[in-house]
């Protein structure tokens, strides 16, 4: 198994520009977490999925952002529009059935100027 | 909800020497307990995991001690390495729902001395 996949690795962008992030899960596993990284605030849940329904949404920092999981081998958390205070690492990771581990994918570094 | 605290922030170690480093938590009920290692750039990646029903568990150098009644456990890495060097995150399941969520500490910077 490749893992947890995230994409793109790397955006740079300019405020007011939306922003997408993918991921794709272990394959098998039922959660799915979307964490943020930052100096400041450490590692941060934002939302996790459970079968694909979204089960807890209370770290999400404002309507700004919003994720779907359209079905069990793929999520998206979008940013619109983006700020410069969204610059940070944004995390993906999923745990199996019965499991309490998660596995993170590599991470998508965003810049927003 | 969940709280958990990691102490020291920051630890420097020689070369060789143990390091420790001990997290807190709040509910009693959480019952796994996981240390994830990352380096710098990379993702957060399980080192080593307690469950509530052991008291130590031990993988080569490193190993990991829960106290429940203190709502203690702390990483125990001997003769460290220079690739020890990363900052090191515990974490608590939270056990309401058995919705297999996780509240992280802040992460402690782990500096191993050549």
């Known amino acids: 198994d490749a893992g947890v996949i995230q994409s793109p690795r790397h955006e740079v962008t300019e405020m007011g520009q939306e922003v997408t992030l993918r991921c794709k899960p272990i394959?098998?596993?039922?959660?799915l977490f979307w964490y943020r990284q930052t100096m400041m605030r450490g590692l941060e849940l934002l939302i996790y999925f459970n079968n694909n329904v979204p089960i807890d949404d209370s770290g999400m920092p404002e309507d700004r952002f919003s994720a779907k999981m359209p079905n069990a081998s793929f999520s998206t958390l979008k940013i619109q529009p983006s700020e410069p205070r969204d610059s940070a690492v944004y995390f993906c990771a999923s745990s199996g059935p019965r499991r309490s581990e998660q596995f993170f994918g590599p991470g998508t570094r965003l810049t927003v100027l | 909800g969940e709280n958990v605290e990691q102490h020291p922030s920051t630890l420097s170690v020689q070369e060789g020497d143990s390091a420790v480093i001990k997290c807190t938590y709040s509910?009693?009920?959480?019952?796994?307990f996981p240390w994830y290692k990352q380096e710098l750039g990379k993702r957060p990646q399980l080192i080593i995991d307690i469950r509530s029903n052991v008291g130590e568990k031990k993988d080569q150098r490193i190993a990991v001690t829960l106290n429940k009644t203190a709502k203690h456990f702390s990483l125990h890495i001997t003769e460290t390495q220079p690739e020890d060097s990363a900052v090191y995150f515990c974490?608590?399941?939270?056990?309401?729902?058995?919705?297999?969520?996780?509240?992280f500490g802040k992460g402690n910077q782990v500096v191993v001395i050549p």
């Open positions: 394959s098998g596993h039922d959660y």
């Open positions: 974490a608590a399941s939270i056990p309401r729902g058995g919705n297999n969520r996780l509240a």
């Open positions: 509910d009693s009920a959480s019952n796994y």
